[in-house]
């Protein structure tokens, strides 16, 4: 049987039970879910695939997603370099010691994958399209389409130019930072501690170590803290590195573009400067700049939030995948549910969130941490061995834990900006 190219256009309908607009893995996630329910779903997405993405670092949480949509042994055969560890490098350039995962969680999850996104992106769409959604890459969703306050569908525009009103029960934006529904109905916050960018590239014949860490996550500072960069393996040789810090210090306009802005930071970090030595960059120098909001509502009459349309923290810890596949199985169960019981009210499609809210803000209090000036998780840590586990339970990413919080009541003794509310309102 001829299988459909993702960019070919479909054959459409003009309805569905869903429609989820973006096809990252948040939006997949949810197509795949519904549709292996028999649920009838339209994912559709303006880029055409396979596309190029940031945010290659899984998280050994992931697994749990990636498990159930069947997609495990698919990532066993891929060349994507297998992720054993984080290690954090100080401003000094001293390397600390790996958190190896596996010496918290003796499983096969505690083994994860730097991956390629546009591979890793296309092999999520293509199992939503096998579960039976179908797929629309290369068309443009212009605008809701409401009856009062309910969603119920939106105006899709195809790459003939042709547009179609195309209804559904639920509306999910999966549109990532774009933020279609959020950014309409203006429920974007910025972050208020979070106001950083960053600037990136891909590298070829960067240092790279042997054996187990090879496929290791770096986070390496730099002098006096002002930002921090990323170093992520992935297939050919290649090296993902970026560099984060606040907005106004990154990009004060005396600095230069963004491969200047790039190059004067590694020059004030020994742990990322002896590994460039021989580096080229292959790819242009890209930015993104402040990033970190939350959304106030992330369920509403006819439609819901999944992933980065929801909200992102921060790169730190590459919490944003792992998220993104969370909350998209949340979603999907959640519409599941919905269906069976034929209640799409607000109340019910926002029972997941909570708890969900919560986990969340385990990883925005441990990136508030990080970037606290005179913090240190070491000097924490001696005082405080106990919260070693709660720690390392956030870099895997077991965060819905109730007595992972823990950790923050004591921390916020020294930070209160840990008690900070993300002041997000569940419509109940």
């Given at each position: 049987?001829k ?5 070919e ?10 429609i989820?607009?973006?096809?990252g ?5 949810v197509g795949?879910l ?6 009838k ?5 303006r880029?055409?695939f396979?596309?190029?993405h940031v ?5 050994p ?8 949509l069947g997609?495990i042994?698919?990532l066993?055969?891929?060349?994507f370099?297998?992720k ?10 001293t390397?600390t ?11 096969e999850?505690s083994?994860?994958w730097?991956?390629?996104r ?7 769409v293509?199992?939503?399209r ?11 969703v212009l605008e809701l ?8 569908g939106?105006?899709l525009k ?10 559904a ?5 999966a ?5 279609f529904?959020?950014n309409?109905?203006k429920?974007?916050v910025?972050?208020p ?12 014949n960067?240092h790279?170590d042997?054996g187990i860490d090879e496929?290791a996550t770096?986070i ?7 930002s ?13 590195i ?5 907005m106004?210090y990154?990009?004060?306009?005396e ?8 190059y004067a930071e ?11 030595t ?8 890209m930015?993104t700049k402040d990033?970190s909001y939350?959304t ?5 009459p006819?439609?819901?939030l999944?992933?980065?349309a929801l909200g992102?923290?921060?790169p730190?810890?590459s919490?944003g995948?792992?998220l993104a596949l969370?909350?998209g199985e949340?979603?999907?169960?959640a519409?599941?549910?919905?269906f069976?019981a034929?209640d799409f009210?607000?109340?019910r499609?926002s029972q997941?969130?909570?708890g969900y809210?919560?986990?969340?803000d385990?990883?925005?209090?441990l990136?508030?941490?990080f970037?606290?000036?005179?913090f ?5 840590l001696?005082q405080?061995p106990?919260f070693?586990t709660?720690l390392?339970?956030?870099?895997i ?5 109730p ?5 923050f009541t004591?921390?916020?003794?020294e930070l209160?900006?840990l008690a900070?509310p993300?002041e997000t309102?569940?419509?109940?």
């Amino acid at each position: 049987m001829k299988q459909t190219n993702l960019n070919e256009q479909a054959n459409l309908d003009s309805e569905y039970d869903v429609i989820i607009i973006g096809a990252g893995p948040a939006g997949s996630t949810v197509g795949a879910l519904l549709a292996e329910q028999g649920r009838k779903v339209l994912v559709v997405d303006r880029a055409r695939f396979p596309r190029f993405h940031v945010g290659e670092s899984l998280i050994p949480e992931t697994y749990w997603q990636l498990k159930r949509l069947g997609l495990i042994d698919q990532l066993k055969q891929t060349a994507f370099p297998k992720k054993f560890s984080v290690q954090f490098v100080t401003e000094e350039g001293t390397e600390t010691m790996p958190f190896y995962f596996n010496k918290y969680k003796e499983h096969e999850s505690s083994q994860t994958w730097q991956v390629l996104r546009a591979e890793f992106d296309q092999m999520l769409v293509n199992n939503a399209r096998n579960q039976g959604a179908t797929i629309q890459t290369g068309a443009q969703v212009l605008e809701l389409l409401n009856e009062g306050e309910q969603v119920t569908g939106v105006k899709l525009k195809l790459s003939s130019k042709e547009t179609l009103d195309i209804h559904a029960k639920l509306v999910v934006d999966a549109s990532g930072q774009t933020g279609f529904i959020s950014n309409r109905l203006k429920l974007k916050v910025a972050d208020p501690v979070l106001k950083k960018g960053t600037v990136w590239a891909h590298f070829k014949n960067a240092h790279r170590d042997s054996g187990i860490d090879e496929g290791a996550t770096l986070i390496l500072q730099t002098e006096g803290k002002r930002s921090w960069f990323w170093y992520i393996p992935l297939p050919d040789n290649v090296v993902s590195i970026g560099c984060t810090g606040d907005m106004d210090y990154m990009f004060s306009k005396e600095r230069g573009n963004s491969e200047e802005i790039f190059y004067a930071e590694v020059e004030r970090c020994i742990g990322i400067k002896r590994r460039l030595t021989e580096a080229q960059p292959v790819t242009e120098f890209m930015t993104t700049k402040d990033f970190s909001y939350h959304t106030t509502q992330p369920v509403g009459p006819g439609w819901m939030l999944a992933g980065d349309a929801l909200g992102f923290i921060d790169p730190v810890y590459s919490s944003g995948v792992f998220l993104a596949l969370k909350s998209g199985e949340l979603i999907a169960d959640a519409i599941n549910d919905a269906f069976d019981a034929q209640d799409f009210s607000v109340s019910r499609l926002s029972q997941w969130y909570p708890g969900y809210r919560n986990g969340l803000d385990n990883f925005r209090k441990l990136v508030y941490a990080f970037y606290a000036p005179g913090f240190s998780f070491g000097t924490f840590l001696r005082q405080y061995p106990q919260f070693k586990t709660n720690l390392v339970d956030i870099l895997i990413g077991d965060v819905f834990k109730p007595e992972v919080a823990e950790m923050f009541t004591i921390m916020q003794q020294e930070l209160p900006e840990l008690a900070t509310p993300d002041e997000t309102e569940v419509a109940l």
